[in-house]
């Protein structure tokens, strides 16, 4: 079984600071996926990173960054430089990787405010 | 771009009756699923489906059925709406293999009276 914790119900955050978003995950596989979701206030979910546990290289996509420990089984994503707009939820998320296994394990999020 | 459509925004049920909600991707994606999304709770898998005719049960199943007809529509069927099924429900695909992130369609916020 999977399991993904988020310990940060919500943030508070000042724009233009960069922000990090805890992740920690539990799973027996050895291949498995990592992934970032934002769900702003209108409701859907918008894939913003993904990381491989064989990936060598934290994964980066723009301002966003996954901060990958797999001795720590720790995914934190990295926004730099916060804007308003990434005022949303925040979901970690992760599958195995073995043939066949397509479900997603999400964690319970944490809500980013962004402070002017 | 790929898109994900869910026929309702909101609806609104009474106790017992059947309540079709569905979903249409227009990518070609193998795979598509239903979740449910409670405060606290994050989203919940309630059922998938990998192929036409195919579906498998996720980790909340009870009181749900789907429906996969077309591969480019899947639907999820409460068949006698209790209260506690009042919920945000998400409808995702995605095309089968390791890498693929899941595409998300805007959700139903459905009330059950």
């Known amino acids: 079984a999977q399991k993904i914790t988020q310990t940060q119900p919500g943030m508070f955050v000042q724009e233009k600071e960069a922000v990090t978003l805890d992740c920690t995950y539990d799973?027996?596989?050895?291949?498995?996926?990592l992934f970032w979701y934002k769900q702003p206030s209108s409701g859907e979910m918008i894939f913003l990173i993904y990381?491989?546990?064989?990936?060598?290289q934290n994964a980066t996509e723009g301002r966003y960054s996954l901060n990958f420990q797999k001795a720590r089984k720790s995914a934190n994503l990295v926004i730099s430089a916060s804007q308003l707009g990434d005022s949303a939820m925040y979901f970690c998320a992760m599958r195995s990787l073995n043939f066949g296994n397509e479900k997603l394990t999400f964690g319970t999020g944490t809500r980013l405010t962004i402070i002017p | 771009d790929v898109k994900v459509t869910q026929s309702s925004r909101y609806l609104v049920k009474r106790t017992g009756e059947k309540v079709f909600l569905e979903c249409v991707q227009d990518m070609d994606h193998e795979n598509m699923f239903w979740y449910r999304q409670d405060p606290g709770l994050g989203l919940r898998l309630i059922y998938f489906?990998?192929?036409?005719?195919?579906?498998e049960k996720g980790d909340i199943p009870e009181g749900y059925s789907v429906s996969r007809e077309k591969k480019e529509r899947f639907s999820l069927i409460l068949e006698s709406a209790s209260t506690n099924q009042t919920s945000m429900y998400l409808c995702?695909?995605?095309?089968?293999?390791?890498?693929?992130?899941?595409?998300f369609g805007p959700g139903t916020r459905l009330t059950v009276t």
């Open positions: 995702a695909s995605s095309f089968g293999g390791k890498r693929y992130e899941q595409y």
């Open positions: 990381q491989g546990s064989y990936d060598e």
């Open positions: 489906s990998y192929d036409v005719k195919m579906k």
């Open positions: 799973t027996s596989d050895q291949s498995y996926g």
